[in-house]
């Protein structure tokens, strides 16, 4: 039973890791993780906001008796609600280097170009075997094009890729116009693997105090089968490594992640609710699936139900679209 995966340039025991989020900020946790399986790590995400306010209270502090503008300060969320600082985070890829034996993923979230020039080198110089770029970014300007919203997107792609020479994968959302246009461009930009998809996190109002409230839910099964869409049809068709993040809470949901055409499957919420065992509990599952269905490698499972095997994905789709709507009984 080979479960060897090749992802970032990074020869991975199996395609099964934990993704981006809080556990990786606590070295017990990591070394947990570790202990259960884990063949990398990525990091919890440094946000572009934390640099800014950096720079702008260095810059305040030189230019102070010429330029004070406090109410700026006050859209960027306070320092104490950030788990690890930009001089905290660099000390923290070193210290996770030194306690573990598997690679880390750096993350960076952000979609200003200017925001990501000099950072990105320092966290390669700090030790990061690869680093995930997070394009996080909900616009709300009726004057942005979609065309305008991604070319600032590439543009910070583009300046990650010329600070490092460290692979680099871009988590991207579910809602772009054409995720296959966008991810090929990826490609030729340098990018060496896609994420599919980010999170975007939506508020919620509160009736009774007449205010917004930013809410956190853990993803459940509901958002699986966008992303095995969209592996799916990527699968074949790009250069780009794909890795599927997010929905994933049993074995199950990793094996058709992989017949989708993933490289590696994403998990955080099931190991936030279960602990770290419940990623030995997903690679076992996955192993003993493979053995009954005769399999093995992931390689040979890897892209089976992928619309490449499919000579018409579009109508495939739309036939499949039409068929589910006439099949509804009221």
Request: negative net charge; contains cysteine.
């Amino acid at each position: 039973m080979n479960l060897t995966t090749k992802y970032l340039g990074l020869e991975l025991a199996h395609p099964v890791i934990p993704g981006a989020g809080p556990f990786s900020a606590d070295l017990d946790k990591a070394r947990q993780l570790e202990d259960a399986g884990a063949p990398c790590l990525v990091m919890n995400s440094l946000f572009e906001e934390q640099l800014v306010r950096e720079q702008r209270a260095s810059f305040s502090a030189m230019e102070e008796p010429s330029f004070s503008a406090p109410e700026a300060m006050t859209y960027l969320p306070e320092p104490e609600d950030y788990r690890l600082g930009p001089d905290d985070y660099l000390d923290h890829i070193r210290n996770l280097k030194e306690a573990l034996s598997i690679p880390v993923i750096a993350s960076v979230n952000g979609i200003s170009p200017d925001g990501w020039r000099e950072y990105p080198k320092l966290i390669a110089e700090a030790g990061a075997d690869a680093l995930e770029v997070n394009l996080y970014h909900v616009p709300s300007d009726p004057a942005d094009s979609s065309a305008a919203v991604e070319e600032r997107l590439l543009d910070a792609v583009v300046s990650v890729r010329k600070a490092v020479d460290i692979p680099i994968a871009v988590k991207l959302s579910p809602f772009l116009t054409s995720p296959p246009h966008f991810i090929n461009r990826l490609e030729q930009v340098g990018a060496n693997a896609a994420v599919l998809f980010n999170r975007f996190y939506q508020p919620d109002i509160d009736i009774e105090e007449l205010k917004t409230v930013m809410t956190l839910r853990l993803s459940d099964a509901g958002g699986l089968n966008i992303r095995l869409r969209w592996l799916a049809i990527m699968y074949g068709r790009t250069g780009l490594e794909l890795s599927h993040s997010g929905c994933v809470h049993s074995s199950e949901d990793v094996i058709k992640s992989l017949m989708a055409g993933a490289t590696t499957v994403q998990t955080v919420a099931a190991l936030l609710k279960s602990g770290p065992g419940k990623l030995r509990e997903m690679i076992d599952g996955v192993k003993t699936w493979m053995e009954e269905h005769e399999y093995s490698s992931v390689d040979e499972l890897r892209g089976s139900m992928s619309h490449r095997n499919c000579p018409d994905p579009e109508a495939l789709e739309r036939g499949n679209y039409a068929m589910i709507l006439s099949s509804w009984q009221a």
